[in-house]
Nanobody, 115 residues
């Protein structure tokens, strides 16, 4: 089992920044890909960014150049630095880990962006 706990969400004005954290615990050996997803009301959950164990990254086109995903393996934590936030970035952000082809999800953290 893998446990994921997100933190760092909140209310920010458009143009502002937030840093999300995802603490990973449990059976972390063998986790290959970590990612951040988001889901806005009435919309499907979508990939925001992901990072592999080899630090290869992938971003949604809508966040490229504004968001940065990183990981601290010593602390078993994955981060999402979000800059230049827009109202359309508002959503519940979820952390996801894949281990042995099984996805694990955190409970989500709310990001609200005021215009």
């Amino acid at each position: 089992q893998v446990q994921l706990v997100e933190s760092g969400g909140g209310l920010v004005q458009a143009g502002g920044s937030l840093r999300l954290s995802c603490a990973v615990s449990g059976s972390i050996l063998g986790i290959y890909t970590m990612g951040w997803y988001r889901q806005a009301p009435g919309k499907q959950r979508e990939l925001v960014a992901e990072i592999t164990s080899g630090d290869r990254t992938n971003y949604a086109d809508s966040v490229k150049g504004r968001f940065t995903i990183s990981r601290d393996n010593a602390k078993n934590t994955v981060f999402l630095q979000m800059n230049s936030l827009r109202p359309e970035d508002a959503a519940v952000y979820y952390c996801r880990a894949v281990r042995a082809s099984i996805p694990y999800w955190g409970q989500g953290t709310q990001v609200t962006v005021s215009s």
